[in-house]
């Protein structure tokens, strides 16, 4: 003879399968139930009605947290693009820099850009922001002397370059661009 739920959740009244455990039959609660019992807040936005197992209300609110914007802002997908790639950048920089034993400098794209006031600094032309990478005329962040020529990762060391200059200096410290910007 098979056998059958026998015991009833103490809150829904569903019937539960009968087993050895802790709770007395009147006190059994089915699974549903626990769950709903342990509804949280939501830990990027703050909304309640999360049940215990989640942190988050949904994928997107996990999303925006994970990114780091303060309290879970809902921001465009731009903002959220650039945090990414400056989170990339961060990291290259780091792992090359490690690969030479140095210590790498804070510092990022805008700041230099702003500092060497928007021009390349190998071939002093206007550097535009309309160009995403691979193009020849967008933004790169070039060494000065290179980090396997024994150059730092500072910010005296670096300098605003369009990537096709930057690829064309190649890994070699030009004369002219010895002159180390503070």
């Known amino acids: 003879m098979a056998r059958k739920p026998d015991t009833p959740c103490a809150t829904c009244g569903k019937l539960l399968w009968g087993g050895t455990t802790s709770l007395p039959a009147g006190e059994r609660t089915c699974l549903a139930c626990r769950r709903g019992s342990w509804v949280q807040q939501c830990e990027g936005c703050g909304a309640s009605e999360v049940n215990y197992p989640n942190r988050y209300c949904s994928v997107a609110c996990a999303t925006r947290t994970r990114v780091g914007l303060p309290g879970g802002d809902f921001v465009n997908e731009e903002a959220r693009e650039e945090a990414r790639l400056e989170r990339s950048r961060r990291k290259n920089r780091k792992r090359r820099t490690g690969l030479v034993g140095l210590e790498p400098d804070s ?5 230099i850009s702003t500092r060497d006031a928007g021009r390349c600094g190998i071939c002093r032309r206007l550097v535009g922001t309309t160009h995403d990478w691979p193009h020849p005329k ?41 002159r180390l910007v503070g």
Not at 107 to 111: D, N
Not at 166 to 172: C, Q, S, T
């Open 138 to 178: 967008s933004p790169s962040i070039d060494h000065i002397i290179p980090l396997s020529e024994g150059g730092d990762d500072s910010r005296a060391n670096v300098q605003l370059a369009h990537l096709g200059c930057n690829v064309k200096k190649g890994v070699r410290a030009v004369g002219d661009q010895l």
């Open 107 to 111: 510092y990022t794209l805008a700041e």
